[in-house]
Structures are given as structure tokens and as C-alpha cells.
């Protein structure tokens, strides 16, 4: 699997540099690079997606699958998505050597987090993420000044119903308070880590709730098939404690693709900890994580994901989880934890 994974990911980069391809650009264009602060001549979005990028493997080409995507996603949604901005941070200490950037700088606004070379950065690659990540989301405030920031790592590509999950969560179920007052939307979650037999309480009540309800559907079908004169509690807690045990063994990740029948659907849960490929903030809520990663270094075991979660556990703040993902995550090479000769999927 995780070879035939490589192999489509590899079609994928490919198609994602034919689609670029196809753009034609004036002879005299120049990269649109934000350089020292707010762009005036920008209209104020409403949505502003920052992808924070880095130079790694480049016959993957994450970069240009994650924005291809955005770009035809933004295209379909039309109108709805009409006060939506596309926004480029390259933080590869060597900003040049990164080609998808440089590439993707004539088409959409485009930001550099270092000089053409940038040396003595520091062996604490944690911190540097971390600063980087920071660097990237104030920059946004400050040259669009959005309602909404969705930060997105470059390996994160957008799953189809990301702007329709999005509309209804912003605009249906939280249209007063922005994000319910939360400090930020996960917006994916590793799929290993979303089994029932975890340390969230929540899923415990939902894999009994699950077990509770298809118990009473088969029992009552049983007893149906072969005439029994009224409910056995025996044949209940059997079928219910089956049920839970199937489901677990499946996959809980499957059974919550069931929700993507609608945006309706889809569940707001508070958040776990672990990985931010995809995380939506509101213009206060970025404003105070940006105050907190000021007073805050991370290091190995404290990552920026690790650090947040610090957070909302030391003070009076808290972040939901959207179910299931938004994005998929199909890098496996990683630039911070170093790469891998043959990467395994988990």
C-alpha cells in the first residue's frame, strides 16, 4: 500500500505540474511578492488560505498538488467562494532553490520568510517550524486583514467538500460567534488515531451509544426471524457488544465517511492533540496564538501542534475537530524530521 501510495502520488505531482503548465503568462510578468507589509491595492477577503511551504523532494511536488487543488476547488464553488484569497509563505531558508514557489509567486500572492540565503538559523528545527509558522500566519493579518485564516502545511491537499463544510460551519452553524468562540478548527486528524479504543471519553459514549442502537436494530430483526414472544436482554447486550467490536475492527474512520453525504453532517468534537496540516483560526483567535507562540520555544517533544494543545489545556480557551478530515495529508517525506528511504504509511 504504501508503494502504490508513492506511485499516485507521483501521477498526482505530475498532473498538478500539466496544470500549471497550461497558464500563460504575459512575457514581462514578475513573481507577486508581498515584501514589506499590507498590499492596499488587495481587497479585504473574507477567507484568507496561507500555505506555509518548505523545499523537499521536488519530483513530489506537494506544493503544486496542494494549490492545484485549491484552485479548481475555488473555481467550482463560484460565488460562494468569491471573497476567498489564495496566499503563498515560503519559509525554505533558501527561498530560490525553491522552485514550486518561485513558479507559483506569478500567479497568487507570495510572501518569503528569509534573504535569498540565510545561515546561522539555529539547530533547534522545532523552534524554527514554530517561528515559521508564526512568521506566516501574522504576515496574513497583516497584508489582508481576513475574517478567517485557514493555515495549510504543503502537504495537505483539500478534499472536495472543504469549501461547503467550511460555509456551513462559518456561516450556518457558528454565524455569530467565529468558530463558537474557539481558539481554532482542526480540520484533520490522523485517521489511526480516530479508533474508538482511545484515551477521548467522547468516542467511549459514542462507541456504546453506536453499540446501544445497532444492538436494538438486530436484536429486535433476530427476534423477528425466528419468532421469539418478546425481547431477550441476553441477545441485546450479544448483538450490541458485536456491533461495537465490528465497528471498531473495520475502522472508525469509515464509518465517519458516512457523514460526507452532507455539510450537515459533518461533527465538531473538542480537539485532540497532534499535527496541524490543516487549522482554521478566526482574526482574534490568530491574534492570541500569535501572543502565546511569542513566550513560548519548542523543542523536540513540544512541537508547535504539542505547544497549542498546551494551551487550551493551561488556560480558559478550546478548539473543536471537524469530522471527518478536510484534507488528506500524503506527505511522507518529512522536512523536519528528516526523510526517509523507504517511508511507510501508518
Known amino acids: 500500500m504504501s508503494q502504490d501510495f508513492l506511485h499516485q502520488n507521483l501521477e498526482d505531482a505530475h498532473n498538478a505540474v500539466q496544470y500549471f503548465a497550461n497558464f500563460h ?80 509567486a506569478k500567479f497568487i500572492p507570495s510572501v518569503e520568510h528569509y534573504d535569498i540565503v540565510s545561515e546561522n538559523l539555529g539547530t533547534n528545527l522545532f523552534e524554527k517550524e514554530k517561528q515559521d509558522y508564526a512568521f506566516c500566519l501574522e504576515r496574513t493579518l497583516m497584508t489582508f486583514d481576513p475574517e478567517y485564516v485557514l493555515m495549510v502545511e504543503d502537504d495537505a491537499v483539500p478534499l472536495p467538500d472543504i469549501f461547503p463544510v467550511l460555509n456551513q460551519l462559518l456561516c450556518v452553524r457558528f454565524p455569530d460567534t467565529p468558530l ?16 474508538y479504543v482511545n484515551p477521548e471519553p467522547m468516542r467511549i459514549l459514542e462507541w456504546v451509544g453506536l453499540g446501544m442502537f445497532a444492538g436494538t436494530i438486530l436484536s429486535w430483526t433476530y427476534g423477528r426471524a425466528v419468532e421469539q414472544p418478546g425481547p431477550s436482554w441476553p441477545t441485546f447486550v450479544f448483538f450490541a457488544l458485536y456491533s461495537m467490536g465490528l465497528v471498531e475492527l473495520v475502522g472508525r474512520h469509515y464509518l465517519l465517511e458516512l457523514r460526507r453525504l ?13 499535527c496541524t496540516p490543516a487549522m482554521l483560526y478566526s482574526s482574534d483567535s ?41 484534507v488528506q495529508h500524503v506527505g511522507l517525506y518529512s522536512s523536519l524530521r528528516g526523510d526517509f528511504d523507504e517511508p511507510k504509511l501508518l
Open 286 to 326: 490568530a491574534h492570541r496564538v500569535l501572543a502565546y507562540f511569542a513566550k513560548t520555544e519548542c523543542r523536540r517533544g513540544f512541537a508547535k501542534d504539542t505547544a497549542l494543545y498546551y494551551l487550551l489545556r493551561h488556560s480558559r480557551e478550546w478548539a473543536f475537530v471537524v469530522e471527518p478530515n478536510l
Open 262 to 274: 452532507s455539510p450537515a453532517l459533518y461533527n465538531v468534537v473538542p480537539v485532540t492533540e497532534c
Open 180 to 195: 463558537g468562540g474557539a481558539l481554532y478548527f482542526k480540520l484533520f486528524h490522523p485517521e489511526r488515531l480516530q479508533r
Open 25 to 104: 503568462l504575459p512575457a514581462n510578468s514578475t513573481p507577486v511578492v508581498v515584501v514589506d507589509g499590507p498590499r492596499h491595492a488587495v481587497a479585504k477577503p473574507w477567507l484568507v488560505i496561507t500555505i506555509v511551504t518548505i523545499g523537499r523532494k521536488p519530483e513530489f511536488h506537494y506544493l503544486l498538488q496542494v494549490v492545484s487543488r485549491f484552485h479548481r476547488l475555488l473555481a467550482e464553488c463560484g460565488d460562494a467562494c468569491r471573497h476567498h484569497q489564495l496566499f503563498l509563505c515560503n519559509v525554505d531558508p533558501n527561498p530560490r532553490t525553491h522552485e514550486d514557489a518561485m513558479l507559483l
